[in-house]
């Protein structure tokens, strides 16, 4: 099977929609304000949209079946028939499948951890010896045949079995992984049924291979790939690799008899191409524009890497690095960007339309493209020498900080100073830091944006806010308060409108997970806090209560992990810069009477690089700069931190290097897996297990969180132990919440009693 060559393309799209209707449509649905056919429609609506814009751009192979209402694993899970056991009983298919996305009354959701090092976040398949596969292609096919139906070169996209096995759970000691070979009649049977519907191409991804999580993946590939490839019956296959150098699997796919590779040239080089002589025969997909990042590609240094791959394969396709899923839609949507931030840009759009002129180059030659690469240059230039960027006097404050220490005391002796100063009880109950967005916190933030009121009435709105947040915690009787965080758009956002180097877009929205969107600030310069950030909320709320209020901060490393980063200097120098300003911010608190500061850092593991052997160094930097935004405090001050929603094992001494006072961390949906993990490597310090997951719409019963607590003071003495959900409860209504909490303390009061 040979397909017809292409030249420009995308390995994915953005799927909400450029006013997140998706967003809205599926939470309609959830409510039961519309019903399945309204989704449906909407649904067709964005995809028949997306298709023509790609196709009008000029790209002449468009992917096709990148559409999800909720997760690409999940609709891996469902094509293969991995759903698990406990939503086999919902007759429903849509709503079996959103059970499984996100819980009902009676069913606990799949695990959610993050895609490789990106924000976005997966649901992970559970794979257990009752798994039996099955095909299910309905939805790839009814996206093809709609794509075809417009006259859109369409090219079906999978995961492909080497990734979605690798990235599942195994249940009851299974290996996901020993399971492969009863995936690939099914992938066998797909492919003839993709041909037979009209695919010319097939995308199959499989970024795992840019990872160490299998240690032969050069075997793999030869057994897999050799295995499809011998199918007669099937469209040209297109293997995708991102985010990483395929390093030994690259000769190993290209001795097979499959037609494609995408290489990631953004995250990984051109030189590998040229040593492996068997891509002569294959088109090579390059992912020359970033798919991840914000910023105008070099042109003209692209075209030059482009130039030295053409002898190398059969024939060379421009593309995106990865699916623009990550990026925003389009600049036109930003009215508030000045001219010159504007040019150093490309969201989903731009990049595309440089997808096309670089693809024009190399069919029409550089003088086709003149103009985009002279403005191109213009904009380069503008960006070197632009004053924002660069600011000496914060470089020379760092490395003073950084020469004073970013050690504090011993933790013992922390912990003797804090317990005499806040006198808490055994096994303190708290919450990780915001509470529900309620529809006027909504309305009121609308109406300070569209100017219908001013920055006071919106505080005083918001102060209200706060203090009826404060007074249901000690109606709860919660023992460490929060604010709420009602006046913060986003945990990363509200930072990044406060500091210099950052700016925050308007419409700049890209998916987190299922319809959780955010909008990530974009870093372009040096940063430097202007004022303080949080010190009057925190002492406003301290204000009206007798127990103790956190203050509430977002760690360097993820406002770096979920912003835009600068890729002009190195990320812990953008780490270290953001660290400077927090550190700044602690102390502040602790000046103003704040005896417990939390400094999130949820997304320590999504930057953990995919290679073993770069993680060291990316840890390293990464434990030094929380150090140095919390090393400014005396011993008396408790500094907490969060994370949630990952693998932690990788980076589990890390947890400890942090060395935060007490170590709030996810483990409803783990089972508490981590505290065995912490255990492992003599952690010390105080934790809060999550004993709740928030992301799903149910209450948990008091019996399930004792059970929870019971386990967890299994592995951890009372004295270390915290009791919290497993994150924020931004997400969640206020019932649930109010629900939730009280089942939580009363839980708590019985565990006490035990003890």
């Known amino acids: 099977m040979t397909g017809t060559p292409f030249t420009a393309t995308t390995l994915g799209s953005a799927r909400i929609g450029p006013n997140r209707q998706l967003k809205r449509a599926v939470e309609a649905y959830w409510a039961g304000r519309t019903d399945q056919a309204q989704l449906h429609a909407l649904a067709a609506d964005l995809r028949v949209a997306g298709l023509r814009e790609l196709h009008a751009a000029g790209l002449d192979s468009i992917p096709v079946n990148t559409f999800s209402f909720y997760d690409q694993m999940l609709d891996t899970a469902v094509l293969l028939g991995a759903l698990p056991p406990r939503v086999a009983g919902i007759a429903d298919d849509l709503d079996r499948y959103f059970a499984a996305a996100r819980g009902t009354g009676r069913v606990a959701p799949l695990e959610m951890t993050k895609w490789f090092d990106t924000n976005y976040h997966y649901l992970v398949p559970e794979i257990s010896s009752s798994t039996t596969f099955s095909l299910h292609p309905d939805k790839v096919l009814d996206e093809l045949t709609e794509a075809l139906a417009l006259g859109v070169p369409a090219r079906p996209v999978v995961i492909g079995p080497i990734t979605f096995l690798l990235l599942s759970k195994g249940v009851d000691g299974t290996a996901p992984i020993d399971r492969l070979d009863e995936l690939l009649p099914l992938y066998r049977e797909l492919l003839s ?167 024009t180059a190399l069919r029409d030659g550089r003088d086709s493209v003149d103009q985009a690469l002279d403005a191109c240059a213009r904009a380069l230039a503008a960006r070197r020498s632009d004053p924002r960027v660069h600011d000496d006097g914060i470089r020379e404050r760092i490395a003073a900080a950084v020469d004073a220490g970013v050690a504090r005391g011993p933790a013992a ?220 405090v005396a011993d008396a001050t408790q500094i907490h931190t969060h994370l949630c929603y990952s693998e932690f094992g990788a980076v589990i001494s890390a947890i400890a290097d942090l060395d935060a006072d007490v170590t709030s961390i996810e483990a409803a949906r783990s089972h508490m897996e981590v505290l065995d993990d912490l255990n492992s490597i003599g952690y010390a310090n105080s934790v809060g297990p999550g004993v709740y997951d928030i992301h799903s719409p149910r209450v948990p019963e008091v019996g399930e969180i004792v059970a929870s607590l019971r386990a967890a003071l299994d592995a951890v003495p009372a004295q270390r132990l915290w009791i919290n959900p497993d994150c924020g409860l931004k997400t969640r209504s206020t019932d649930e919440v109010e629900a939730s909490l009280r089942n939580l303390v009363t839980a708590a009061h019985i565990v006490r009693a035990e003890l």
């Open 193 to 359: 049924t993709l041909r037979e519907t009209g695919a010319d191409w097939v995308q199959i991804d499989e970024p795992a291979l840019v990872t160490d999580l299998h240690d032969d993946p050069a075997g793999l590939v030869t057994r897999v790939y050799g295995e499809l490839a011998r199918a007669t019956d099937r469209p040209a296959i297109l293997v995708a690799s991102y985010f990483g150098d395929l390093r030994e699997a690259l000769p190993a796919l290209a001795a097979t008899d499959i037609e494609g590779i995408a290489v990631d040239l953004v995250r990984g080089t051109a030189d590998p191409v040229a040593s492996v002589p068997a891509l002569t025969s294959k088109l090579l997909v390059a992912g020359i524009v970033n798919g991840r990042n914000i910023w105008r590609n070099d042109l003209s240094a692209s075209l030059a890497t482009l130039a030295t791959l053409l002898g190398s394969a059969a024939s060379v396709a421009v593309s995106t690095s990865c699916s623009t899923l990550h990026v925003p839609y389009s600049l036109d949507r930003e009215s508030g960007l000045d001219d010159t931030l504007r040019s150093w840009l490309a969201f989903g759009a731009e990049k595309v339309a440089e997808v096309v002129t670089l693809a």
């Open 413 to 632: 002796q922390r912990r003797a100073a804090q317990d005499e100063r806040l006198g808490l009880p055994v096994v303190p109950t708290t919450t990780i830091g915001s509470y529900p967005q309620t529809s006027e916190i909504r309305r009121a933030r609308a109406a300070l944006r569209a100017n219908e009121i001013g920055v006071d009435e919106y505080e005083r709105r918001m102060r209200g806010e706060v203090a009826s947040i404060i007074a249901l915690q000690e109606d709860l009787g919660l023992d460490v308060l929060v604010h709420g965080e009602p006046e913060r758009n986003d945990m990363v956002q509200y930072f990044a409108e406060q500091l210099d180097g950052f700016f925050a877009t308007e419409n700049g929205w890209v998916q987190s997970y299922g319809t959780r969107c955010v909008r990530p600030p974009i870093l372009y310069g040096d940063v430097r806090r202007r004022h303080p950030m949080t010190v009057t909320w925190i002492d406003y709320a301290q204000s009206l209560t007798d127990r103790p209020v956190k203050g509430m901060l977002t760690g360097p490393v993820t406002i770096l992990a979920w912003s835009f980063v600068r890729d002009d200097q190195p990320l812990w120098d953008s780490a270290n810069q953001i660290a400077s300003a927090i550190r700044d911010e602690t102390v502040d608190l602790e000046a103003a009477g704040v005896g417990i500061i939390q400094v999130d850092e949820p997304a320590l593991r999504e930057l953990l690089p995919l290679r073993a052997e770069d993680q060291p160094a990316y840890l390293r930097w990464a434990v030094d700069a929380f150090r140095l935004s919390t090393a400014g």
